[in-house]
């Protein structure tokens, strides 16, 4: 009995010692293989009497439970212990630079154009387009600016022929949605595009830009329509506190005109030098379509009336994120497409 | 244009305005006033006298002045006008006063000597300099000898004036004259408008005739004045078109302009005794060279609208008058001449001989108002009895005034309707009456009597204009439309072009945009879809570079990487979508990449741009538009391919169709671009890619059976696209083969020269059971046997 009770404290102290997992082993195959010191003390249990076997075998069977759970117990201890110290082993620097995929970006033009579509789907407007290489008829004589009219010197002009030119705004297109739609609304349509004048390039001019035209025709559409509509546009690009302000202006296409501007959403109104210091940014051209060209568009201006709109894309983009040369979109320069990879 | 505000004065009383407000309240009704300037400047300028004037010790042109500049108090002033004189009024500059531009007069000493203040020529108030006569430039301006000591100067002389720079939109061009903005005016301030009285003459039989044998001229007066003589103008008459921005010359020349500024009516002026027969005939079909008052040569060509006199030029109608008929100094008789003339004509006329003048736009803006001709030539034969001495007034001559009263009407109705408001009629009423439009009102229907200065309403929605500017836009509520449902989806070509871009935007590339017009020297390079002669050229460029429509962005993207490695950005990797433009407008994706696609450099990873970057970006863009790998092919460009090089670029083809190309461009091409190192490009016909019909997306079981997986490698010509020899495989197997992975392609030792070795893994599956040892053993030997046929390929040994 007491060599048990010395092989169980014997064992114990010894499996307390070990650190790895094959010495561990070891002291299983000695003290419970089958060549192991307890097997050894089990042999000298056929001299014994029965009571003294039924104790020893208790005793022995209750050091053996105690000298298996104490190496299950080590042999966990140890496991953790070894996969801590692989663990530490794995350490990397996690600050290194990632292998982050190459990261692209969406021109500013694209992504003011995006926006603005996005904002008049919602809306229940189409997106329309034309040709760049328009006809004057489209361009000119169906916005009602026939021959000599004294606007089109507002508009210097890329002619190809007499009769075909680049399109010097995106409003032909009202004439090609509105000669589609055969003199039936409702119609409620952008077209965004590419713009041609015979412009030198400077800081504040492109002999390319973009437009985006807007055009709704029904028979009940307002000026206050106009108004609404073009207040959310304003909120949407520029943020929820934007107001605007109509003044009169002359367009050939509309009639009444209008110009809109926009509370300055840099200073708040206060006054900045974005706003020259009146509070107001000047944004787009606007307004009720002239009956005229409802008429030589097929469609009855006694009985339809609607409201057309002109933004620049540039305009809103230079605005927007604050780029003081119109150049800058089109010299393609890295370091300026770059700033765009974000969301805008 | 500038507007005086001390002339419209005369028109409509603004006395009691401040100017700032004045310019606020009539930028709200749509004469946008720009900016605003005091016609002289200076604050502290006072009418003073020289008590006496001695030279300088120390200078040969330098005065020492004692000037009393008010009653008793005498200051010194060193002045160095060559005119300045003892017994002089002039035009003091006190200490502290602001001459503009930074330049303040303080007390001072020069050469040694006490200086407290400035003597002041005309020009050193701030007029603009080209307006002014030389005299004023070059000395002291000398007042009058009963100028009162120590008041105002600016006052005085007549030049305290603030003018309006107004920029008119071109259907207010009538208010180019005085008399249209003093309407606007006055409807602003509810205010009447005063027109100036014309004193009405003795009229005498004109001898002269009038002919007009064109459409083009819908009125032509003219009136004989005799006895007129030339000397200045009064300095009223000076100041105020000084403040105008017009040059004062004589009384003659002055009254024409001032008559024009007050009425917007050009008025030109014949000497009637240099012509012989006194007929003046307007037509055209001239075409001669003709030297006109400028004593310039031009050439007349026969669309230009000509007053004939004597057979030859009298005037280039509206644009400049000829140099036979000019009057001068010596002219005692004049034939004073106001019509209308076409606009467009004129304007054709006058752009191309670069004459267009502030008189011209009149006419080509329509401007005019020639109902009131009449009363322009009277008021100019008054003028010139006041001012010139005139003696004798002869009838006016002149076509037939055909003008018919224009009515326009609109209901009450309709403006709101338009306007989505709610004005009542007395409102309206108001408004009309404060633009002094005369009208009937019947229920709420306005017949609204046009004036004849107002050429710019013809319909209701003008009148509607009227109202809703006068009113107020600010007034406008802000509503949404309330009408049918549309819908607002885009067309599956422009959603798919926005997906384009996102995926590329995704795969690392950046989205660039350039000019549609470039240069004739590049438009044929890399153009794949366009005819090469076909070519959509401007008439008149701004320059040779920009002068036609692009039929390939390829070009555009390879200046853009030029300009980037200019300004140290070697990496590029872009993409554009565009229109491109020969008789057939062709939407192509172009990309191009130069440099590093992909780089983590501690980690190892160098992508550079190579054919196969390209190659993906364009593979990975057709698997994400469902175009499946079956519908197209990769087929090498041509060997004497020039934009390509011929060894690493290839057409993508649909059938016989090139939707497509990749490749690396070809080094004549990086020469030309003046790129360095390797430049790869693609160009992709996105107006066939983006409409074609592709399968909508249909879920397929995941196989319930196991694949096997045998690698082979395969021994054939060098040549041979591996592609091919894949497809092969993939028949001959009976589609048993899923996936054929490439992983090694070896040329070298151990292989024949002219050979390469390709190793495939190739993945059996079979989704109905599991494959059979004798299946599979049957396969092989079937793919074998194929590409043994098809590409003499063996298995390596």
Known sequence: MDELLKIKDEALSQIEEVSTLKELNDLRVFYLGKKGLMQAAMKSMKDMSKDERASFGQVSNKVKQEITQSIEEKKEALEEAEMNAQLLEEDIDITLPSNALPLGSLHPLSVVKNDLEELFLGMGYQVAEGPEVESDHFNFELMNLPQGHPARDMQDTFYIDEKTLMRTHTSPVQAHTLLAAKGKGPIKVICPGKTYRRDDDDATHSHQFMQCEGLVVDKNVTMADLKGTLEVFAKKMFGEKRKIRLRPSYFPFTEPSVEVDISCHNCEGKGCPMCKHTGWIEILGAGMVNPRVLEMCGFDSTVYQGFAFGIGLERVAMLKYGIDNIREFYNDDLRFLNQFTRKG | ?797
């Open chain 2, 1 to 797: 244009m500038e507007a005086s505000l001390k002339l419209l004065n005369e028109y409509v009383d603004i006395q009691d305005q401040d100017a700032a407000t004045l310019a606020d309240a009539i930028t709200r009704v749509g004469l946008e006033v720009e900016g605003m300037h005091d016609l002289a400047r200076g604050d502290k300028l006072v009418v003073g006298y020289v008590k006496e004037c001695i030279l300088h010790p120390d200078s040969d042109h330098l005065n020492i002045c004692q000037v009393e500049v008010e009653e008793g108090v005498i200051i010194q002033i060193v002045c160095g006008a060559p005119n300045v004189a003892a017994g002089q009024k002039v035009i003091v500059a006190l200490p502290g006063c602001n001459l503009g531009e930074g330049f303040k007069i303080k007390e001072s000493k020069v050469r040694g000597v006490e200086s407290n203040g400035m003597i002041c020529s005309i020009a050193e108030l701030g007029l603009d300099a080209r307006l002014l006569k030389e005299e004023d430039k070059a000395g002291i301006h000398v007042l009058d000898e009963n100028a009162p000591i120590g008041v105002e100067a600016l006052e005085y002389i007549g030049l305290k004036d603030t003018i309006l720079e107004i920029g008119l939109t071109p259907n207010r061009s009538d208010c180019m004259a005085m008399t249209s903005l003093a309407y606007e005016v006055a409807a602003v301030l509810n205010r009447k408008v005063k027109l100036p009285e014309i004193k009405k003459y003795d009229e005498l039989k004109s001898d002269i005739q009038v002919h007009v044998e064109t459409e083009l001229c819908p009125f032509f007066g003219a009136k004989l004045v005799k006895g007129v003589k030339t000397y200045e103008s009064p300095k009223w008459l000076q100041n105020a078109l000084l403040a105008s921005g017009v040059k004062p010359i004589n009384n003659i020349v002055d009254i024409s302009n001032y008559v024009m500024i007050e009425t917007g009516q050009p008025i030109h002026m014949y000497d009637y005794d240099k012509l012989k027969d006194k007929t003046f005939t307007i037509k055209t079909g001239f075409h001669q060279k003709e030297v006109l008052l400028d004593e310039k040569e031009y050439e007349i060509l026969p669309e230009d609208l000509i007053v004939s006199t004597d057979n030859g030029i009298g005037c280039i109608a509206g644009v400049m008058g000829g140099n036979d008929t000019k009057i001068d100094e010596n002219t005692v008789n004049i034939v004073v001449e106001a019509a209308t003339f076409d606009g467009a004509t004129l304007r054709a006329t006058a752009r191309r001989l670069n004459l267009l003048t502030d008189a011209s736009q009149h006419f080509i803006k329509s401007a005019l108002n020639t109902a009131n001709s009449f009363h322009v030539l009277d008021r100019c034969a008054d003028l010139l009895v006041q001012l010139a001495d005139a003696k004798e007034i002869y009838e006016t001559v002149s076509t037939e005034l055909n003008i018919e009263e224009k009515v326009v009407s609109v209901t009450q109705e309709k403006i709101n309707g338009l306007l989505g408001m709610n004005i009542a009629v007395e409102d309206i009423a108001d408004i009309f009456d404060r633009l002094s439009f005369t009208y009937t009102l019947t229920d709420t229907t306005f017949n609204v009597v046009v004036p004849t200065y107002r050429n710019d309403i013809t319909m209701a929605a003008d009148l509607v204009e009227e109202v809703a500017r006068m009113y107020g836009y600010d007034n406008i509520p802000s509503t949404l439309p309330y009408m049918e449902m549309t819908k607002g989806i885009l067309t599956p070509k422009q959603a798919n072009e926005r997906f384009v871009r996102d995926v590329l935007v995704d795969l690392g590339l950046h989205e660039t945009l350039t000019y549609t017009l470039t240069s004739p020297t590049l438009v044929n390079d890399f153009n794949l879809f366009h005819p090469m002669d076909e070519e959509v050229k401007l008439m008149s460029p701004l320059g040779e570079e920009r002068s036609v429509t692009r039929k390939s962005v390829i070009p555009s993207l390879l200046q853009v990487i030029n300009y980037n490695q200019a300004h140290a950005n070697k990496d590029v990797c872009i993409f554009e979508i565009s229109n491109t433009y020969a008789k057939d407008e062709i939407t192509t994706l172009a990309i191009a990449c130069h440099g590093t696609y992909h780089s983590v450099p501690w980690l190892g990873i160098h992508q550079k741009v190579d054919f196969y970057v390209i190659k993906g970006l364009v593979e990975t863009l057709f698997k994400k538009l469902c175009i499946e790998e079956s519908r197209y092919s990769l087929v090498k460009v041509e060997s004497d391919n020039k934009d390509f090089h011929p060894g690493r670029s290839g057409y993508i083809k649909m059938g016989k169709d090139i939707v497509g190309v990749i490749g690396q461009i070809h080094p004549l091409k990086a020469k030309k671009y003046d790129l360095k190192g390797e430049t790869y490009v693609a160009e992709l016909n996105l107006s066939v890619l983006l409409n074609m019909r592709t399968k909508a997306l249909k879920f397929a079981p995941i196989p319930q059976y196991p694949a096997v997986t045998r690698d082979i490698a395969l021994v054939m010509d060098k040549d041979i696209p591996t592609h091919d020899v894949i497809s092969t495989i993939q028949k001959s197997s009976k589609r048993l083969v899923t996936q054929a992975l490439i992983f090694d392609v070896y040329e070298g030792e151990h292989i024949e020269a002219g050979k390469k070795s390709v190793a495939i893994a190739l993945t059996l599956q079979d989704a109905t059971k599991t494959l059979d040892d004798a299946t599979i053993q049957e396969t092989m030997t079937r793919i074998l046997e194929s590409v043994e046929k098809e590409y003499n390929a063996h298995l390596r040994s």
